[in-house]
Every structure is written in C-alpha cells, then in structure tokens.
C-alpha cells in the first residue's frame, strides 16, 4: 500500500494518542461528584477506537480480529512503559468491567443460537469425554510441572497448580468461531459442549482442592464427599433443571411476550431470557456464560413466529449491533488488564514455559475422547486451549490460601500463570484461524 | 378483551413477581466476592421486564409507552409500601445508573441525527428567546412562591427556589417526540434548540446564585462578574468550538474512518463521535446528552457514504437495538427513584403545588419568544415543562448549602421540588401526545 494510502491510518492512531492524552488528564482531576457515566464515556471512546484499528490491522495481516483487540487491550494497559500512566483506572474500572461482561454474555448468547439442543445432544458424548480428558490430563501435567520446579513448596501447591491448568476459557474461542462463520460445524458443537461440561467439572476441582488445603492448613476434616457431591448436584442441577423448564416453557412464554405488542419486545424478551439464565447460572457458582449459552441454545427461530417484528428482522440482526458496541469491551479489557511487569520477575519465565507447554498438550490430549469420525480433533484441541480469565480467577483464590505459612500462589507463579494465560490467550485465534482453513467445508453436524 | 385474553398478561405479571421475589433474595447474601455483573444482570431483567409490560399497557390505554415506563420504574421503587425492601438497591446501583446514562446519551444522539445544524440554525432565533424567557419566567416565580409560602426564610432561599425552577430535561420529551415520529417538526427543533441553550444559561444561574449565598453565608466577596463570564464562556465556547470544529472535521473523520474496513465500523465510529461529544460537554460542566443531541446534529448521511455496511444498514437501524436495549432502563430508573414517602411529609403539599403551577406557567410564557408564524405553541411550552433529574441536581446543590445555619433547601422544601420533579415528568408525555395530535400534520421547517 502506498504512503498516501497510509497517511488515514497514521493520522487516525496520531489523534486518538493526542485526543487520548489531552481528553484523560481533567479526568483524573474529577472528583467523586463527578457524574459516573463521565470517565466511561472516556474509556468506552478508548477501547472502541483501539478495538476497531488494531481490529482492521489484524485481519490486513491475516489474523482474527480479535487478536488485534487484545494486543490494542495489552498496549494500553501498558502505557507505563512510556511513562503515561493517566490510563491505568480503566483496569479496575467496576462499569467497564460489567460493560465488558455483558459483552460476552452476549457473545455466548448469540453462539448458543447458532446451535440447537437437539445438535448438541448429537455431540454429548464426545464433549463429556472431551472435557473430561481435558481436566484429568492437564490436572496431572500441572501437578507434575509444580512437583520437578517448585520442589521445595508441598504437594497441595502442586495440586492447586494443576487445578489452574483445568479451567477453560471458552470466550475466544467462540469468538474466532463466530468470526468464521464455523459455529455450526461439528468441531464447533463438542469444543462449546465440552467448555460447559468443564466450567462445571473445573468447579468441583477447586471445591476439593482448596477445601482439602485449607483442611490440611487448619487441621480440620478435609472436603466431605457430601459437600462435593453438594457442589456438583448444584451446578448440574441447574444445568439440568434450566435446560428441562426451558425445553418445556420457553416456546410458550415467547408465544406470551408475542402478545405484548410494542416496539422492541422480540430483541427485549430474549435479552430477559438471557440475562435470567445467565443469573441463574452464577447463582449455582457457575460462569454467567454458561448460562447465556445455554438461553440461546434453548431458543429456536419458531419461538418468534409470532412476533410482528420478526418479519422486519431476525432476533440476531437486532443482537449484532448490541455485540458490536460491547464484544470488543470484553477482548480489549481482557488485554488491558495484562500487566508486562510480570516479565521481568526472576524464574518465571521457566515456570510459565514449563506451565504453557502443560497447559497446550493437556488440552490436546482432550480430542482423543471424541468419538465420531471424520472429525478434526487438531480443531477442537486447540478451541479447548484458551484458560482466560477462568485460569486467572483460580490462580487469585489460591493467593489467598496460606499452607503452613507458605502461600499457595507465591507472587512469582501467580506471574508465571498469568504469562500461561497470555500465551495461551494469543496464540488460540491464530491457531483455530489456521486449523479451521485447512478443512475447507466444516463438517455439519449429522 | 375476554378472560382468556387477559390471562396471559396476568400469568406475565405473577411469573415477574414471583421471579422476582426469589431470585432477589440470594442476591442479597452476595458478598464483594461476587462478580459484579451478577445483581445487574437481575436488575436489567427486572427493570426491561417491567419497562415492556407497562409500556404496553400505557400505549393500550392511549397514552406513550415511556409514562407506563416512569410508572412502572415508581411501582417497583416503593414496593416497601408491601413490605418488600429487597430491591431497594437497585435505587443507587452505579452499574445501573450508568447504563441508564449511556441510554439517555444515545437517545439524544438519534434524535440529534434525525435533525440538522441548517434546520436547527433556521429556529435559532426563536430557540433563544424560549429559552430566555423559560428561564426568567420559572426563575421569578419560583423565587415569589418561595417568598409567599416561605417568609421566614432568608430571600437568597427564595432565589434559590427560582434557580431549581429553570432546569428543562429534555429527555422525555425528546422520548415522546421520537416514540410519536415528530422529531423533524418545527416545535421539536425550536424545543431541542432552547433546551440546549436552556442547559447553559441554567448552569450559569445555579453558578450565580450558589456563589452569591456562600458569599453570603461566609461573608466573602460573592461571585464576579469575571467569573460569571468564566462559566458562561466555557459552556459557549464549548458548543460554538465543538460544533464548528464538527463540522469542519466530521465529514473528513467519517471518511478515514470508512476505510477501517472491518465489521461493525460505521456503528462503532458514530458510538466513539457520541461518547466523545458527550464527555467533551461534561468538561465544560454541560450535561452529557447536550454533547450527544450535537454529536448527532453534525452528523448527515452523507457522511456516511463511503462505509460498505452503509448499503446494508442504516447508521439509525443499527442504534436502534442499543436504544431499545438502553433507553427504558432511563426511564425506569427515573421512576424507581422518586420515594412516594415525600409526598406524606406535614406542609410539603401546599408548596408542591405552588412550585408546580409556577414551573407550569413559567415554561408556558416561553412560547411567547416564537418569532415563526403558525407555530404550535402550546406543543412548544409544553415540551419544555418537564423538570426531571435536572431540578433534583440543583435541589441537590441546595440541600448541602447553608445561609446563617439554615439550610437553604431543608428536607421539605426538598420533597415538594421532588414532587414538582413528578408532576412535570408524569403530565408530560400525555399532555404532549395530545397537543401534537390536535394538529394533525406537524409543521415542517422551511
């Protein structure tokens, strides 16, 4: 491309700098009479600017937009390094936090149409299979890298090294599916049945973990096979349950809020839908997504029949511009809130290496559980690699769990986690990117 | 309508209550620990739950959906009439707040782009003078009634009184001109213009009259002239500035913007021109929406020729979910906000009615700065009734301030400016669907 052809590029990036640090510095001046929707207004114009520049670049490359997001998130909330730290509220800010959280939920949603629970049922097996052997290997992996490098600490560090490796973040991965158009290919079904099957199982393992550390630190009992069964009833349970009543209720209750006749009440009834399950959802200690997932695969385009609008427009072209303002939220603060400095820290870089390699080969063991054929279990491995945010939340619970004065989570392999969640987190777009062109048609679903 | 055509609506209304009845108590155990999006998500389903029932019943009834919206937001805001007290945070939840705000802000901003810089130039005259006289009016009856009903307190209370009087919100009636597609006549363009303007010659009043009682009240030297320019010149500057700056650059930064090839651009670019307008007004202490209402006035759609997702969508059907999505929180908001204990308060009716009638009467003379012949002026004076959460700002302002220990505005002087607060939102959207329907065809701008 030529210079003149480069010129839009560089002005737009030169602005947004200028406009950037001109706009930040009267914010940091506010004070808590400020109207609250003031800095978010700032930091919203930030990220989606970021979002939609390094988006575009990306796919110039080559890559998935989503990629490009990211790395815009980790650019930002890495200023420092230049010395502009006036950004830096807009890792912890509780708005864009939630802004960026409904995002995904959304996200999750819009997936979760895509499918039906009579494809996913098709699948149920091998997802089972998949999550399961994509928790066992990882687990064993990540207790046996905590064992050869960490040496000294006790076997229940090690334990709870490997509990972090379980968690599957299944975020990214819908989002590069749902950039390819692929979320209805096969591959696709078992790698977002599986991420469900795992949140589910990675919740029963930290259950047991921390509550046999925090036993074995405080002298006590241990977790009883009561209070894990408990654990995972509740989480099944509401799997379970929801999925029943939704099966039986929803296309009645869509048939309800048809008679509300008033404009906006198809995207405003599935919005409630899947806000409720998403609700539900973090109510029996699952991630919100789950339960988002699990709203949009339960609806079908005839629970809509009756709604006036839907001749106008389908219930996902009302969802897409709600997703283009808060999708990218999600990804570019997911990026913002790694912080570089952890780098630097001595001997981590050994650890996040060893921890990385654990995290990918444990996932890649997880196609071995799949059991239809003509499947492409490189695909569905890698769409089950990303640990995210999931892995991040394990890793902060076990830094507050003390065993006999030591920490479970030292700050040095907190960093180290935090680095496999980087590498594992940019390395999936591109990957799946690359898996999935290799097949040129997915297979359907049969 | 039979019986079995009023169970449904009546089995919605019971699953809504007992939904909400026992999803609301486990939020309530939640700890910080809890992911923050989790209470939100129950509050958007509860409050656009709401907002669509009784939208639909207000419109069923012959009245605007947003007055079912403020009802229902009141309904559920003082369901402690009952007994129930467990949605009571909903009331100050700041996620909430903020959505709400960010619903407002886009509100105005359609309604913005529905008009243009030409059209609103060629009332700009007559905006002036409504705006002018919407403000000595109110003013100077407020500080008689105050006066009147207060003679023991010291005049500056009074002045006080009259500053509350002169906020115009222009958000429901920017609600009820788009809900009646009425937004291109020439009495919403003259009210959208005045209420502008009304914005900055409301700031400078509240500067004036704050500054002149804490000079009082400390024996300083009272606010200068020098300062008065000050506020007025920043609020000017900003709008003169940023609307000259827009339409200078707008056109040019739209064309950059279209050549970030990538989904979902021409959505996002208009978010970022939005937040961006909004938050540069908040910095010359303007409210958010007056930079949003410019932001759309700039924008032509023209501007948006050269975007490829331009031949598929509008740039106003792609806001239109995130209006839908977002508005009603607003407005549900607004209602769930007003405490109908004020209205029990001892001698607090007497004044309510009084302020009431003076902001009536107040706004009404503005109709007389039309310069424009067969021009709606009743349309006009009663688009600029409607006080909202800017009266509640002052009062705010006033409730903090002393003058010789007394509280300039004492808790009930307070509940009756809240209860104007209600009566000028409420009456408004039916007054104001009926005046624009006794004209049959609204006047065009020509």
Not at 171 to 196: F, N
Not at 279 to 305: I, K, T
Not at 328 to 335: A, H, I
């Amino acid at each position: 491309m030529g210079a003149n052809r480069r010129f839009p590029l560089v002005f737009t990036l030169a602005s947004l700098v200028a406009l950037g640090a001109l706009l930040t510095r009267p914010a940091l001046a506010a004070d808590s009479t400020v109207d609250p929707v003031v800095p978010v207004l700032l930091s919203l114009s930030i990220v989606l600017g970021a979002a939609k520049v390094a988006g575009w670049l990306s796919t110039r490359l080559g890559q998935p937009a989503v990629l490009g997001e990211l790395i815009a998130g980790i650019v930002v909330g890495n200023l420092w390094i230049v010395g502009f730290y006036d950004l830096d509220w807009m890792r912890d800010d509780p708005t864009l936090s939630v802004l960026a959280e409904l995002g995904i939920i959304v996200l999750l949603f819009e997936v979760g149409l895509e499918s039906t629970v009579d494809r996913m049922r098709r699948v149920g097996a091998s997802a089972f299979l998949v999550a399961l052997i994509g928790v066992i290997t990882p687990f064993a992996l990540g207790w046996a890298a905590g064992a050869w490098l960490l040496p000294g600490s006790s076997p229940y560090v090690h334990a709870f090294l490997g509990a972090v490796l379980t968690a599957t973040s299944v975020g990214i991965t819908a989002r590069v599916l749902k950039d390819l158009d692929a979320t209805r290919s096969i591959e696709a079904q078992i790698i977002l049945g599986a991420a469900v099957i795992d949140d589910v199982l990675g919740l029963v393992i930290l259950a047991v973990v921390s509550g046999v550390i925090i036993a074995a630190d405080q002298g006590g009992q241990g977790i009883s096979l009561v209070e894990i069964a408990g654990i995972s009833a509740k989480a099944l349970g509401f799997l379970g349950a929801s999925m029943l009543l939704g099966l039986l209720l929803s296309r009645r209750l869509f048939r309800i809020a048809a008679r509300v006749r008033i404009r906006g009440i198809l995207l405003t009834s599935a919005l409630i839908f899947c806000f409720l399950f998403s609700y539900l959802a973090a109510l029996a200690d699952l991630a919100p997504v789950v339960g988002a997932f699990a709203a949009g695969l339960l609806l079908e385009p005839s629970h809509f029949d009756r709604f006036d609008e839907r001749r106008e427009h389908s219930l996902e072209s009302l969802l897409h511009p709600i997703s283009t303002f808060l999708v990218p939220v999600f990804f570019v603060l997911t990026g913002l809130r790694v912080d570089l400095r952890t780098l630097g820290e001595p001997g981590v870089l050994g650890l996040a290496a060893v921890l990385t390699a654990a995290a990918w080969i444990g996932k890649q063991a997880c196609s071995l559980g799949i059991l239809q054929r003509g499947v492409d279990r490189l695909t569905v491995g890698l769409g089950m690699v990303p640990r995210g945010e999931v892995g991040l939340i394990f890793a902060n619970i076990g830094a507050t769990m003390t065993i006999g004065g030591e920490r479970v989570i030292t700050p040095a392999t907190y960093a180290a986690v935090v680095i496999m969640v980087i590498a594992t987190t940019l390395v999936t777009p591109p990957a799946l990117q690359w898996s999935l062109g290799r097949k040129r048609s997915p297979t359907p679903v049969t």
